[in-house]
């Protein structure tokens, strides 16, 4: 078991109709002039914005808004963000949406608190020393940025998508009531469903001998949102699964699931490329596809990880052949992402072949990157993998 | 599932010599003076006192020692600390030692903040409003102090032992270096590990429907709890079971094992009369005698959440007979204290039945209170519970 450092401050408001609360909660932190940030049109049809709306009122806390976060938030819009920051003397950043919004609002809280640009952040040429205070309304169950301390942000100007981890990522608090996924449609449902797997499953597989706590909670965590998913892809207002969904986004890319063990997430790494370079490819849908061709690469390098996979979490029979057995393991979990309808080849994402090369090297960094997961994701790893998922 | 506030802002430094960065710890912080308090001599004898001192040192800040907690910490001594705290400007309290001192200092932090007595936050007359950060450097693997929001006192005046929850007892930060628990005895260790499984057999065992993520994070933690017991119990120096324990111990009564549920901890608040009056009976053999009595009690009364125990925690084969399925779970629990030299009985632990009577009327607070668990716990139950144990 390595050592770890566990730091997980945000306070979590969890349940129907906590956004409700919203006033008290900001009057607690007292607080004097918030950024209400948020995405495009969606909380307004929800109604969500005028709760939103209703309850700054309430709290008397001097407010300005920053509409127009899109998929694969942008730095131009961050940039912005910041000079408001600055401007108005902001001193909370109220984040209204899903991961895209939360990670928005993370990097302006970030660059407010410095004279350059906080794309350089992003690219770890610099470090934040500190932050504007973040809350969240989550709207979807995925990315789990509401207790991360992960924040990926598009620069628009060079089409990098870039993911930096820091302390200053956590949020002061997040409000999470699983009634507001209720509108999310099946297919970004499923994303997120793939997504918060995957914050678990690349933790649970990775280097290093077992952490039975850390993975105990992990196969714990797995086996709830398999379940959940399929609950809720049949019947979307299915409270309790809706909860389980969001409150699993939360746990599993907070840190507990890796706590002890390496943390590399080359599969999220490669994804990033994916999803940055085609804006029409959520996230989750780009993992569905490349964790099963990954995980074929890398079973035998891991085996007892995969094997713990396939026997705790898809309850596979063990028979002599543990290969055979990992292998069945990794196709249960692709069975599964078909069940709930994501895609699980390039093909059915309208990436064609003659893109792999440049996604490969732009992915490791043009071809400088080699990632020290179970199995060593350089250019040629990548390459190989995207060709496999096709 | 219900509505809960998830808020565990401690900072952990788990591992390996995390002791050592204590000096690196505390700079982090800008805090300008130190109430060092602690326990008896064991810190003096192991070395850890000497380390603590040598850091303080070289952290350049100032500081002032206060030793002398006792198992069951004691409202004088707390007293002392908050005379201290006034008198010399503390700004950060630092507890090395277990449960008790942790305790201690929780009371002290949020008793500095206030001119009456906190024995009133103890009895809950008065709500907290602040405290002095609290940091610790944990010894044992038991009570979850370090993270939990709990702190129980003892009023050495009237003898009542009680327990208050507070955001305000949260810490700011836990060292956890699972080897400094290598000198820990059998008998405490036992102790400990029936403890931490306590704190959540106590919230998974609770009124309400299932809760799937938190079941079975639960469950994966009493197995983890288990296997890890077994280890230690016969080598003490076993770093990754240690450090299995050491975890369990802050995440079992750090409030994960409890979201969305009901939170009473019957059995808990029975016990501490029992180590309240016999300040030579340790809260977790305390926990192990009245646990399985108060079980078969309650088992009818929350049957699948005790079929749950027993098949997927205790691996028992599902009969067609549920109730003796339930029953069988239990005492496979019971079977599990014993195997780590627990008591089961209230003789063993020197407890005579014409005791009974005062402890059920103490613990239920002079026969007026009534605790809604799956069954309700009032002085009648009680009563009937110690009788059953005896």
């Given at each position: 078991m390595n050592n770890f450092i566990y730091y997980t401050p945000t306070e979590v408001y969890f349940g129907k109709k906590q956004e409700e609360h919203l006033n008290e909660i900001l009057n607690k932190?007292?607080?004097?002039?918030?950024?209400f940030h948020y995405g495009m049109s969606s909380i307004k049809k929800t109604g969500l914005y005028d709760k939103v709306i209703n309850q700054l009122k309430l709290s008397k806390i001097d407010y300005v808004e920053l509409p127009g976060v899109s998929p694969n938030p942008k730095l131009s819009l961050v940039l912005k963000g910041v000079e408001i920051c600055k401007k108005e003397n902001v001193d909370l950043i109220l984040a209204v949406g899903g991961g895209s919004v939360i990670d928005s609002a993370k990097s302006i809280a970030v660059g407010a608190k410095v004279d350059f640009n906080p794309w350089l952040f992003s690219i770890k040429e610099k470090t934040p020393q500190d932050h504007i205070p973040v809350g969240a309304i989550l709207t979807?169950?995925?990315?789990?940025?509401?207790?991360?301390d992960s924040c990926v942000i598009t620069n628009d100007s060079t089409n990098e998508k870039r993911g930096f981890n820091s302390?200053?990522?956590?949020?002061l608090f997040a409000i999470l009531n699983?009634?507001?996924?209720?509108?999310?449609g099946p297919y970004q449902t499923a994303c997120g469903i793939v997504d918060i797997m995957m914050h678990t499953l690349e933790r649970f597989i990775s280097p290093g001998d077992d952490t039975p706590l850390t993975d105990n909670i992990a196969i714990g965590l797995l086996k709830a949102v398999i379940d959940a998913g399929r609950i809720v892809m049949k019947n979307p207002q299915d409270y309790d699964a809706r909860a389980t969904l969001m409150w699993a986004n939360s746990l599993s890319h907070n840190g507990l699931t890796s706590c002890g063990r390496e943390f590399v997430m080359s599969v999220h790494q490669l994804e990033h490329e994916l999803s940055g370079k085609f804006d029409n490819i959520a996230h989750g849908a780009g993992l569905a596809v490349l964790w099963p061709a990954w995980a074929l690469k890398a079973y035998k390098y891991a085996l007892n990880r995969f094997l713990k996979l396939s026997y705790e979490v898809m309850n596979v029979t063990p028979t002599q052949n543990k290969e055979a057995d990992a292998i069945k393991g990794i196709n249960l979990i692709k069975e599964f992402f078909k069940e709930i309808k994501m895609p699980t080849t390039l093909k059915e994402l309208n990436?064609?072949?003659?893109?792999f090369e440049e996604l490969a090297y732009n992915a490791m960094f043009k071809g400088k990157r080699t990632l020290k997961d179970v199995i060593e994701v350089d250019y040629k790893m990548a390459l190989e993998i995207l060709k496999s998922a096709k």
């Open positions: 932190y007292h607080y004097k002039k918030i950024l979807i169950s995925a990315a789990g940025s509401d207790m991360s302390r200053h990522n956590r949020l699983p009634e507001l996924t209720y509108t999310v990436v064609e072949e003659k893109d």
